[in-house]
């Protein structure tokens, strides 16, 4: 192969090798209809559960309520079409010995994990696509007092959950076992989230745990995002947005690097021998 | 590093289970070369080291100690280097069973940077009229060979194969040599385990057998096979009154009638025990005589433990 074809196929081939694995995986996740109930199906009726927390019914008019259902919808796919899907599609990609067999071809070991998530990521990135349209037109939610911010909690809630995936697949043998393995991450951060009850009902020091867990700072950035309010309820400017947003982002870097941390550490490829 | 040695393996080792005492040495110090364009055959008990061994070759697990190069690489840090050049079948199929023939091929060639045609690469293994059908339906030999497609799928230089024709039937297994060998004419260097002694003594230009996580004999296979005497069997005839003369440098063992030598020297030994039958007309029934084969060899490791030979003097031929 010659240097020229080496320096242009330097971002083009890990791309192709992502995305023939994305789609082979989209294949898989087509037809595996648990999969696809959990990814597609599940959160509509949780967030129409969530109508009736105290949060929301506080939430003072449709606007309101409309930001929060999707702050609440983001928090559920990002649970469970990207966490609890990704935890079950990796194990049962270990376990059939898949993952090892991708590691004997030309991906990188990212390449891999990257192609594998694809899928399940795309599919909870078009629900929440979906939410906001019907925020807007449901609910009559307004424009975003900062979309950046929405970004960031998009995109870095997405970083920790697969990430959290990844470490969870260390302490799940089996496909079945993920309905257990998976119940901390999906239950903690959740009930703690602010989503349920509201941060200031907590006493002090749950307050301060509840805000180091990995999904409260998702909801943070999503209230300061489509709302422009701070914890205490009072509205912010632009720029007073981006500065309460800074304990929430270092709260997600540092599940990021922890998580991060965590798989390279105990992430297995093949099945326990 | 000499030219030749496309794959060259110094004093490796393996450990499971960490350093102290409960972990386990799988492979404990093994040292040989695969020459470019050769076929060589690691041979072994379940549990010698085999998979092991190949496991570090083909880069997907580091040596606990030792050093290993492929295609001058070292395969584990140099991943990313070498993995364009090999094509590798594991043990176990690993391929999604949900996923069709066709769709499996059209994966594994998305991320090759040469592949063949997935058509091509399923008809060199018989599989093309199965393009349609789901790897969850196929029969284990189908997978086999479905598995070694993809391993051939981007025109290794250097092939790994790890029990290629497990589950396969005897047709399939004959049609899995001849493309072997097809291969090896094109000049791919091959390493290939089995269980199967024909196979190795019918494809491997040289072979290792493990035991324990030691190499205990490597050569040709000739060369291995000659490790053991041959023998030579008969039945004692009723009217036989003196016992079997001793022959030189042969080993004689008398059960009842049954009369086993064994010699280094088929042809004298086989001469001077017929010369012997002639002149007191004696007929030896059930008369069979053998020269010594792998599968002896092989049998002679598993039951005694076989001794670690120094297999230097081997690996040094490979690589002069």
């Known amino acids: 192969m010659s240097a020229g074809t080496m320096t242009t196929s330097r971002w083009r081939q ?47 008019g449709s606007r309101g309520a409309g930001a929060i259902l999707l702050t609440g919808l983001m928090a559920l796919v990002l649970l469970s079409a990207v966490y609890y899907n990704l935890v079950t599609a990796l194990v049962a990609r270990r376990e059939q010995f898949v993952l090892k067999r991708l590691r004997t071809g030309e991906s990188t070991d990212p390449e891999i994990l990257a192609g594998t998530a694809a899928p399940a990521i795309a599919i909870a990135w078009a629900e929440i696509a979906v939410g906001a349209v019907a925020a807007v037109a449901v609910f009559g939610m307004g424009p975003p007092v900062n979309a950046v911010l929405a970004l960031v909690a998009l995109i870095l809630g997405t970083a920790v959950f697969a990430l959290l995936a990844a470490v969870s697949t260390a302490a799940t043998p089996t496909v079945e076992m993920a309905q257990v393995t998976t119940l901390p991450v999906l239950v903690i951060p959740f009930v703690l989230s602010g989503l349920l009850i509201p941060l200031g009902m907590l006493p002090g020091p749950l307050r301060g745990l509840a805000q180091a867990l990995p999904l409260t700072p998702v909801v943070e950035l999503m209230r300061l995002a489509l709302t422009g309010t701070a914890a205490g309820g009072h509205h912010l400017g632009l720029a007073a947005t981006f500065s309460a947003a800074l304990i929430p982002v270092l709260v997600l870097t540092a599940w990021i690097a922890a998580a991060g941390w965590a798989a390279r550490r105990w992430f297995r490829w093949e099945p326990r021998r | 590093m000499d030219d030749n040695g496309v794959i060259t393996v110094r004093d490796l080792r393996r450990r499971y289970g960490g350093s102290g005492g409960r972990g386990f040495d799988a492979v404990r110090g093994v040292t040989f070369s695969v020459r470019r364009g050769e076929l060589f055959a690691l041979l072994g008990t379940n549990g010698a080291g085999k998979t092991s061994t190949m496991e570090v070759l083909e880069g997907l697990a580091p040596p606990a100690q030792g050093a290993v190069r492929v295609l001058g690489c070292d395969p584990y840090q140099e991943r ?47 599989l093309g009229h199965r393009a349609g059908v789901a790897v969850r339906s196929l029969s284990g030999g189908e997978r086999r060979r479905l598995d070694l497609a993809m391993a051939i799928l981007g025109r290794p230089e250097v092939l790994f194969l790890d029990e290629p024709t497990t589950g396969l039937d005897p047709e399939s297994r004959h ?81 009842g009638r049954n009369v086993l030598l064994q010699t280094q020297d088929l042809q004298r030994t086989l001469t001077a025990l017929l010369g012997w039958a002639n002149s007191r007309g004696l007929v030896l029934a059930a008369l069979d005589a053998r020269p010594a084969s792998l599968e002896e060899a092989f049998h002679a490791v598993a039951a005694s433990g076989g001794g670690p030979v120094d297999v230097n003097d081997n690996a040094e031929d490979g690589t002069a």
């Open chain 2, 175 to 255: 049609r899995t040599w001849l493309l072997i060998r097809e291969l090896l004419t094109a000049g791919t260097t091959v390493v290939l385990t089995t269980h199967y002694l024909e196979e190795a003594g019918e494809l491997a230009d040289r072979l290792a057998i493990m035991h324990q996580g030691r190499i205990v004999r490597a050569g040709t296979p000739a060369e291995v096979a000659a490790s053991q005497p041959a023998r030579i069997s008969f039945e004692l005839p009723g009217n036989a009154r003196e016992p079997v003369p001793g022959l030189a440098g042969t080993r004689v063992s008398v059960t």
């Open chain 1, 14 to 60: 890990p791309a192709h090798r992502i995305a023939a694995l994305a789609r082979a995986e989209g294949v898989l996740l087509r037809r595996n209809r648990l999969a696809l109930l959990n990814a597609l199906v599940l959160p509509v009726p949780l967030v129409f559960a969530l109508k009736a927390a105290p949060s929301v019914s506080d939430a003072g």
């Open chain 2, 80 to 126: 990313g280097l070498v993995r364009r050049r090999m094509g590798i079948m594991l043990q176990e199929g690993g391929f999604p069973s949900d996923l069709t023939v066709a769709e499996t091929g059209r994966m594994w060639a998305g991320t090759l940077s040469a592949p063949r045609p997935v058509a091509e690469a399923l008809g060199l293994v018989s």
